[in-house]
């Protein structure tokens, strides 16, 4: 998905009360950054970078040693096709495994050749049969610079329509047009990919022309599936026995092309149909490299639940489980560096080391003195230790640059650096952190939360002069609205991906997008009054646009991720 290039652009950013144009910037992976505005991100751009992490962690990791074979018979579908059903495993002995099995083809969903061209109007569109002669259909095509290929299809009620495009150059845009020629619908990303999927209601009887385009000129070749209503695809799934705190990885390849996670009452806790295992930090052992790939961390002891769908064949399916990894490493200390610092922002793709400016040169922007700044450090620390504090289970150790000697480079030693603009870095965001690391096992990294866009004039979103009023406590809102960004990186590096911005539910591990929420301002739109809420870890729907699915508890993931409790 390239929309508008609107990261390659130069930015206007403050730094103290001067209008800087920064330079030309990077593209920050949109899974580790809280961006302004998560709609102008090159998920394109940010996917081939993930890639390459992903080929060195592959060559890296470790092989399960215990294989066990799915006991339902190749030619039979049904017998485990959800939880409840099951296969049991002896995971909880081996803690790794390889699962091997095969799905069965959809019997309502014929695989059929590349249909002839010229198919690149309406008028000439390929006729799939979909909605006449058969329910759902799977074909390929391909895509040559501002080429544009249309299918037919009578309408039948809820209708999927989906490219995948793996190894091809490809970024697929599909778009929906009724028979007089009027778009519909369309949809340029699944998730952080070149694929894109859409699902409608298309009126029954009518016909409707779906058109596949490459984003920016793109090129290359796609798979094509149309369906209308529910079919009959095959599902395996496998028992694993876990104890609180277990970080489980799943990755499968083969067939099989999507992995999901349910929990002890069969909830989905993450399913995904891409391999982001990129992200990862070096250190942790959770498997990638498949099809699709996804991870879990265990609240309580019970029986959890791993399955495959979406395909036809042999599948493997490596899961395997952890401890986390401040078990080993002992406790972990976070440094909240509010004095600038020389950041290596080569971990986010912009080589060197970058000098960012400190929190005191922008206290100005908000209307705030030097007199101020012990009060906004306070706040900003308090609220980090609050939101980690995690109902009791306190397993990190936090300093600040106020109160103590910087231990950056020491062992076991992350930092959290508020301070900086765009234009110092180089990295065009708000915030961002070097992983996400599901289990804590990289203890020795950096994030970053920068202040430009924060201390613009008022008027945009972003800016926490937007929300600021005569009336308003601003050191209370400024600290808490830093504090509240700083834990949301911190979340990220003890493992939890972006949760939705715009349901009921504000959490700290929402996606950017919806800065008031996250800066707490309440019903009133107006900071540091009575109105102001309170934002914790939670329970919450993954992001939809970052191609997940499921319950995110990053209570858990950040309880455990930071917890010394065997």
């Known amino acids: 998905m390239r929309l508008l290039g609107a990261i390659a652009v130069t930015a206007l950013v403050l730094s103290g009360q001067t209008a800087v144009a920064a330079p030309a910037a990077v593209q920050p992976d949109p899974l580790l950054a809280f961006l302004e505005d998560p709609g102008t991100a090159d998920v394109v751009k940010a996917a081939r970078a993930r890639e390459a992490k992903t080929r060195a962690r592959v060559l890296s990791a470790a092989k399960p040693g215990y294989t066990y074979a799915e006991r339902e018979p190749a030619s039979v579908r049904g017998r485990n096709d959800n939880p409840w059903a099951a296969e049991s495993t002896d995971f909880r002995r081996h803690r790794s495994a390889v699962f091997t099995g095969s799905l069965l083809a959809d019997p309502t969903m014929p695989v059929v050749g590349e249909f002839t061209e010229p198919n690149d109007t309406q008028p000439t569109a390929s006729d799939s049969g979909v909605g006449t002669a058969r329910r759902a259909i799977r ?15 009578r309408g039948a009620g809820l209708t999927t329509i989906a490219t995948l495009t793996a190894g091809s150059d490809l970024d697929t845009v599909l778009t929906v047009f009724d028979a007089a020629g009027k778009e519909i619908a369309a949809n340029d990303s699944v998730g952080l990919s070149t694929d894109a999927s859409l699902e409608i209601e298309l009126a029954a009887g009518a016909d409707f022309f779906v058109r596949v385009t490459g984003a920016g000129n793109t090129a290359g070749a796609y798979e094509l599936t149309l369906a209308a209503g529910e079919g009959k695809g095959d599902k395996d799934f496998f028992a694993v026995d876990l104890k609180a705190g277990d970080v489980i990885g799943a990755s ?4 099989a092309r999507r992995v999901v996670v349910h929990d002890i009452r069969a909830r989905e806790v993450m399913g995904s149909r891409q391999d982001f295992s990129g992200v990862y930090p070096k250190e942790s052992p959770l498997p990638g490299g498949g099809n699709a790939v996804t991870d879990y961390v265990a609240p309580y002891d019970g029986r959890y639940y791993v399955g495959v769908e979406d395909g036809a064949g042999r599948y493997e399916l490596t899961v395997q489980a952890f401890r986390p990894g401040s078990e080993k490493a002992g406790l972990q200390t976070v440094f909240v560096d509010f004095n600038g610092a020389l950041v290596d922002t080569s971990v986010w793709g912009v080589p060197g080391e970058k000098q960012l400016s ?6 100005e922007n908000w209307g705030l003195t030097a007199a101020d700044e012990n009060a906004v450090v306070s706040v900003a620390f308090d609220t980090v230790r609050e939101n980690l504090a995690l109902h009791g289970r306190f397993g990190v150790r936090l300093l600040n640059s106020r ?10 030693v992350s930092r959290l650096v508020i301070g900086g ?18 289990g804590n096992f990289g203890h020795e990294e950096t994030a970053m939360v920068q202040l430009d866009l924060l201390s613009a004039p008022a008027g945009p979103g972003v800016s926490l002069n937007t ?8 050191v ?23 949760q939705h911005q715009f349901n009921a539910h504000d959490t700290l591990m929402d996606q950017g997008g919806n800065a008031a929420a996250m800066f707490a301002v309440g019903a009133d739109a107006i900071g540091g009054n009575a109105d102001d809420t309170d934002m914790d870890f939670g329970e919450d729907h993954f992001v939809p646009n970052e191609g997940f699915t499921g319950i995110e508890d990053a209570v858990s993931r950040t309880r455990w991720g930071y917890s010394t409790i065997r």
Do not use: C, M
């Open 467 to 474: 929300y600021i009023r005569p009336e308003s406590d601003k």
């Open 139 to 153: 074909t390929t095509g391909q895509i040559a610079g501002a080429d544009q290929d249309f299918y037919k299809l």
């Open 476 to 498: 209370k809102f400024v600290g808490r609205a830093l504090g509240n960004i700083a834990a949301h990186e911190l979340g990220h590096l003890s493992g939890s991906w972006h």
């Open 403 to 412: 109160d103590h000697a910087d231990p950056w480079g020491q062992k076991n």
């Open 358 to 363: 400190p929190l005191s040169k922008f206290l």
């Open 252 to 255: 499968v390849t083969g067939a």
């Open 421 to 438: 603009t765009i234009a110092e870095s180089g990295v065009p965001t708000v915030a961002i952190a070097q992983t996400i690391d599901p």
